[in-house]
């Protein structure tokens, strides 16, 4: 049984309604109460009485119920026998997009680790979609995706449905990245027909059709020649290397622009808005290297 309909349940409980509860879960009401009536169909009896005053368990509901959170307290201290060294030492995990500033939090984070006798820290980079995944499965601990402001609504439902909290990072209009010697670097307003005989640097992902976002955002660009590039360092590299290549990309912090001698430049018709948003499962308690990550992200917001 699916533990997330269990939490869902439990809060319908608490709040004795389905509006207020998808309200608490950032989901929408019909998306609840299919949730609560697959359950209720699985468990071949109603938990809830539907009544004017609002959702009342059953007798055989109130049962349930408490044995539903009978078995989110031992899921929890299970997680506690598995991860013993939690207390003693650092327990940190993140799953986030390729992005200079984010990369940038995540080394500084690193870096204030010297010293530690106890570390077990993983980070990957990934598209939004599998990050859902991998923090909602409890694979990794905190998340950050990325997505284009009109998409809010779809997104903050696909995120209430999975059982995550959502912090907003950063909001931020994409911006060109190009070598410092790239012929269009001293041009004050650049249009993207200006781009048409440049070659651009595209997210491996979209090839594979995991990029869906910044795909979408691309509908009409004007390059004719691209290249798939997986790697952040080689996408960087490649900008430095090969003057007539240009990438978009999130802002990115001023010494990553020193070290590969890059510039970043608004194009004058870009209306591409996108958002960075913090996730994590409900009720999960953020540790104090969470929140230190949290903060180097705010300082890397400043240095851009």
């Not at 004017?52 to 055989?60: H, N």
């Not at 980079?125 to 779809?154: A, D, H, M, R």
């Not at 001698?261 to 808005?273: D, G, H, P, T, Y």
Request: charged share 30%; aromatic share 8%.
């Amino acid at each position: 049984m699916n533990t997330v309909l269990l939490q869902y349940a439990l809060e319908v409980q608490r709040t004795g309604s389905i509006t207020r509860a998808a309200a608490s879960l950032c989901m929408d009401q019909p998306n609840l109460s299919k949730a609560i009536k697959s359950l209720e169909e699985g468990l071949g009896a109603p938990i809830f009485k539907r009544t004017p005053q609002g959702m009342i368990p059953t007798s055989r509901g109130r049962v349930f119920l408490e044995q539903a959170r009978n078995v989110l307290i031992q899921i929890e201290e299970m997680e506690h026998l598995y991860k013993p060294d939690e207390l003693e030492g650092v327990n940190f995990s993140v799953s986030m997009p390729r992005s200079a500033y984010l990369s940038l939090a995540f080394s500084k984070v690193i870096r204030n680790l010297e010293g530690q006798e106890l570390m077990n820290v993983w980070m990957r980079e990934t598209s939004s979609e599998n990050t859902l995944k991998e923090v909602e499965s409890g694979e990794y601990n905190l998340g950050v995706i990325q997505y284009p402001v009109y998409s809010e609504k779809f997104h903050a439902r696909k995120i209430g449905e999975r059982g995550l909290e959502a912090e907003t990072v950063f909001e931020y209009e994409l911006r060109l990245l190009l070598s410092s010697v790239h012929p269009l670097a001293g041009k004050g307003d650049i249009e993207e027909t200006d781009l048409i005989h440049y070659t651009e640097i595209a997210q491996g992902e979209d090839a594979l059709g995991n990029g869906e976002e910044w795909s979408r955002e691309r509908e009409g660009s004007e390059s004719l020649k691209r290249i798939y590039v997986f790697d952040r360092e080689s996408q960087l590299n490649l900008l430095s290397q090969v003057p007539d290549t240009y990438m978009w990309a999130s802002p990115v912090p001023r010494e990553t622009l020193a070290r590969f001698q890059l510039v970043e430049r608004r194009c004058k018709k870009n209306s591409r808005i996108f958002r960075d948003v913090l996730i994590y499962r409900k009720g999960y308690s953020l540790t104090a290297w969470d929140r230190e990550f949290m903060e180097e992200l705010e300082k890397a917001k400043r240095d851009l």
